[in-house]
């Protein structure tokens, strides 16, 4: 069974950093592409950041040159490093791991990441 825990989410003032972590069990890590996604209230699940097997990054415009994705396939781990945070990157963290053809995908929790003074 896989599983995803994400971790790191809080409360951090604008202009902040605040570094996101997931932590896979139950899968073959490194054939996944991996990502992050967010969900504000009231408004659809959008794509943040993903990096394929191969470490092909894709950013949402909105992050680029803040957010940082990585992933570690020995720990199966795949972190979001997000600075300069503002108010409009409040939202709920969702980890994804998007098997290919034939696999499945698989989310996370979520974790609950507020930018506010």
């Given at each position: 069974?896989?599983?995803?825990?994400?971790?790191?989410?809080?409360?951090?003032?604008?202009?902040g950093s605040l570094r996101l972590s997931c932590a896979a069990s139950?899968?073959?890590?490194?054939?996944?592409?991996?990502?992050?996604?967010?969900?504000?209230?009231?408004?659809?699940?959008?794509?943040?950041?993903?990096?394929?097997?191969?470490?092909?990054?894709?950013?949402?415009?909105?992050?680029?040159?803040?957010?940082?994705?990585?992933?570690?396939?020995?720990?199966?781990?795949?972190?979001?490093?997000?600075?300069?945070?503002?108010?409009?990157?409040?939202?709920?963290?969702?980890?994804?791991?998007?098997?290919?053809?034939?696999?499945?995908?698989?989310?996370?929790?979520?974790?609950?990441?507020?930018?506010?003074?």
């Amino acid at each position: 069974q896989v599983q995803l825990v994400e971790s790191g989410g809080g409360l951090v003032q604008p202009g902040g950093s605040l570094r996101l972590s997931c932590a896979a069990s139950g899968a073959t890590f490194s054939i996944y592409t991996v990502g992050w996604f967010r969900q504000a209230p009231g408004k659809q699940r959008d794509l943040v950041a993903t990096m394929t097997n191969g470490g092909s990054t894709n950013y949402a415009d909105s992050v680029k040159g803040r957010f940082t994705i990585s992933r570690d396939n020995a720990k199966n781990t795949v972190d979001l490093q997000m600075n300069s945070l503002k108010p409009e990157d409040t939202a709920v963290y969702y980890c994804k791991l998007r098997g290919p053809l034939g696999y499945p995908n698989y989310w996370g929790q979520g974790t609950q990441v507020t930018v506010s003074s």
